[in-house]
């Protein structure tokens, strides 16, 4: 139980993080007209995110069927 929120927090940190750096690093369009953007860190962050929230709902569900069934 404990791991599976550990890996919860974890996703949402480094999603978190990806979007961050995604952010920092910008987007821009060259003389060309080419648009420079880090689209896998987009992503990457978005899919971490929403993962580690899956595994965290997941994971108090998980929780509060346990505590009903010991009651």
């Given at each position: 139980?404990?791991?599976?929120?550990?890996?919860?927090?974890?996703?949402?940190?480094?999603?978190?993080?990806?979007?961050f750096?995604?952010?920092?690093?910008?987007?821009?369009?060259?003389?060309?007209?080419?648009?420079?953007?880090?689209?896998?860190?987009?992503?990457?962050?978005?899919?971490?995110?929403a993962?580690?929230?899956?595994?965290?709902?997941?994971?108090?569900?998980?929780?509060?069927?346990?505590?009903?069934?010991a009651?």
């Amino acid at each position: 139980m404990k791991f599976l929120f550990f890996c919860a927090v974890f996703l949402v940190v480094a999603g978190g993080a990806c979007l961050f750096a995604a952010n920092w690093i910008g987007s821009s369009v060259d003389a060309e007209g080419f648009l420079h953007e880090p689209f896998a860190l987009i992503a990457l962050g978005s899919l971490s995110v929403a993962l580690g929230a899956a595994s965290g709902t997941f994971g108090l569900g998980i929780a509060a069927w346990r505590c009903v069934r010991a009651s």
